[in-house]
């Protein structure tokens, strides 16, 4: 069963970092684009950061500049580097593929909370 885990969130301070993973039961590397995504409490999902197969990559505005998504294919992981971290960035935080037509390819896993308060 095709499947993705999310771990490495946790609480953190104003202005602190997280490394966030989300690890990938099968190989990653024809997909077209792998992302991430939050989900804030009384919110809709929104896009946070995506990564091609290519490795070329695109952000969500509220994040450019803060946050870094990569990939390491051999691993079957992707990444998130957050960075200065801010009160609204608290979520819980999620990745999937996608196909070129926006289908995802995955089912949406439990996702990894990201709290950020003093």
């Known amino acids: 069963q095709v499947q993705l885990v999310e771990s490495g969130g946790g609480l953190v301070q104003p202005g602190g970092s997280l490394r966030l993973s989300c690890v990938a039961s099968?190989?990653?590397?024809?997909?077209?684009?792998m992302g991430w995504y939050r989900q804030a409490p009384g919110k809709q999902r929104e896009y946070v950061a995506e990564i091609t197969s290519g490795s070329s990559t695109n952000y969500a505005g509220s994040v450019k500049g803060r946050f870094t998504i990569s990939r390491d294919n051999a691993k079957n992981t992707v990444y998130l580097q957050m960075n200065s971290l801010k009160p609204e960035d608290t979520a819980v935080y999620y990745c999937?593929?996608?196909?070129?037509?926006?289908?995802?390819?995955?089912?949406w896993g439990q996702g990894t909370q990201v709290t950020v308060s003093s």
């Open positions: 999937n593929g996608r196909d070129y037509s926006g289908t995802y390819y995955y089912p």
């Open positions: 099968g190989s990653i590397v024809s997909i077209y684009a």
